[in-house]
């Protein structure tokens, strides 16, 4: 009997800390589900690519995590928040996923990031605009990986106004991630000096922005603001190439650009274009050597929003070997407590209202004549330090900040 009390006592004492012999991972398995736009306007800089950098995570992290199988599921929210936050649902309470990652959109990453503090889950957002996900709708349960509007605004829209760029028109994309976007530069264009003359919304996948266009020549407005993304904002660039705005002496930047944009434009209609990016390809041999894997098997070297999902599954992965447990919270715990340190970023800091801070880059689209080859496409005007380039904490009304 006293035996047997010893070995009972031996194994209360055995903590989570004692290895893979205690380790506790639900039903055996860490499921990973990848939920994006697979196939719409959004599908370019995240989509396909963004399964593919998971896949990556994971097997480098070599297949299992406290000797359990990694799974990953897809999803195609269709850039619609219900079926989004449906998926989310269905994975959470059918097929036991553990974390979801990615969303590229505003409304989709706020429903779903209610539905995994519900469901006591983990939400990881990628290229997600909306300041309100680690705002005034933060919880315990989420992170955000790669930007959000006012990181990719605020020093844009500061720089152009002292170079003379002093009033602007924006043409806006109708949903949570646009108004954001816009919200967030036209506060550092009137903190700078600067006037907002007007601004016009259009419904996501437009295919005509000529109305738009219009009313944004006839403001008379020196710069010309596009807060949307992916096919939308390649569409009203060539259109607005095809209207003559820079022959106007009307500037047009991006509020949000991504690599495959560029690649779709071509250097001759992109070139000089100035915006902010958390990534890219070309910037080190770090950065050179993952990208070059990616391109040899996606074909196309990798957006930022792809960046940030393999390090944000990869650093999931890391917190719960270092946890001994996928317990939500407690890997939480461990992802806010371990730095991020990869090709991606380094000492990343996971604060408690779920911002990685990271560096992010301002950058100018090369000239033709600039560029050695295909995707030698920017230069990196300035590095803007994590704690620099996103809003202080709780400004933007987390309840989980205390300040």
């Keep these: 009997m006293r035996s047997l009390h010893l070995a009972v006592l031996l194994g209360c004492l055995a903590s989570p800390y004692s290895g893979t012999a205690t380790a506790q991972i639900s039903d055996d398995v860490?499921?990973?589900?990848?939920?994006?736009?697979?196939?719409?306007?959004y599908a370019d800089f995240g989509?396909?690519?963004?399964?593919?950098?998971?896949?990556m995570a994971v097997e480098d992290f070599g297949g299992k995590v406290l000797n359990k199988p990694i799974n990953l599921v897809v999803g195609d929210h269709q850039s619609k928040a219900d079926i989004g936050a449906?998926?989310?649902?269905?994975w959470f309470d059918v097929d036991n996923v553990d974390m979801a990652v990615g969303f590229d959109n505003s409304s989709v990453a706020l429903a779903v990031e209610q539905v995994a503090l519900q469901k006591n889950r983990i939400a990881i957002a990628g290229a997600v605009g909306t300041t309100a996900f680690t705002g005034k709708n933060c919880t315990p349960n989420e992170a955000s990986w790669l930007q959000d509007s006012y990181a990719l605004t605020n020093t844009l829209a500061r720089s152009m106004v002292r170079s003379g760029g002093d009033t602007w028109f924006f043409i806006t994309a109708d949903y949570a991630f646009g108004y954001s976007m816009e919200a967030d530069a036209s506060?550092?264009?009137?903190?700078?000096?600067?006037?907002?003359l007007?601004?016009?919304?259009?419904?996501?996948?437009?295919?005509d922005f000529s109305s738009y266009l219009l009313q944004a020549q006839a403001s008379g407005a020196k710069v010309v603001a596009l807060a949307n993304a992916g096919g939308d904002m390649i569409n009203a660039t060539k259109q607005a190439a095809e209207f003559g705005l820079s022959r106007g002496g009307q500037t047009l930047v991006s509020l949000l650009a991504f690599i495959t944009d560029i690649n779709s434009l071509g250097l001759r209609a992109a070139q000089g274009l100035r915006f902010v990016t958390g990534f890219y390809w070309d910037r080190n041999d770090e950065t050179r050597a993952w990208s070059k894997r990616f391109f040899e098997r996606h074909g196309r070297m990798p957006t930022s929003a792809q960046a940030s999902v393999y390090s944000a599954v990869r650093h999931y992965l890391r917190a719960i070997e270092a946890a001994g447990t996928?317990?939500?919270?407690?890997?939480?715990?461990?992802?806010?407590e371990i730095p991020v340190n990869d090709f991606y970023t380094k000492a990343g800091k996971l604060r408690e209202d779920g911002r990685l801070l990271h560096d992010m880059y301002f950058v100018q689209v090369k000239t033709p004549d600039?560029?050695?080859?295909?995707?030698?496409?920017?230069?990196i005007i300035a590095t803007i330090p994590g704690d620099q380039a996103f809003r202080p904490a709780g400004e933007d009304g987390c309840p989980l900040v205390k300040r």
């Design 30 to 41: 860490v499921r990973i589900g990848i939920l994006n736009d697979q196939s719409g306007v």
């Design 47 to 55: 989509g396909p690519g963004s399964v593919i950098a998971a896949r």
């Design 86 to 90: 449906t998926i989310a649902r269905h």
């Design 187 to 196: 506060s550092a264009v009137l903190a700078s000096g600067g006037k907002v």
């Design 198 to 207: 007007g601004s016009v919304r259009h419904p996501i996948n437009s295919a």
């Design 326 to 336: 996928d317990e939500p919270k407690t890997v939480m715990a461990k992802m806010r």
């Design 370 to 379: 600039e560029s050695s080859g295909p995707w030698d496409y920017y230069k």
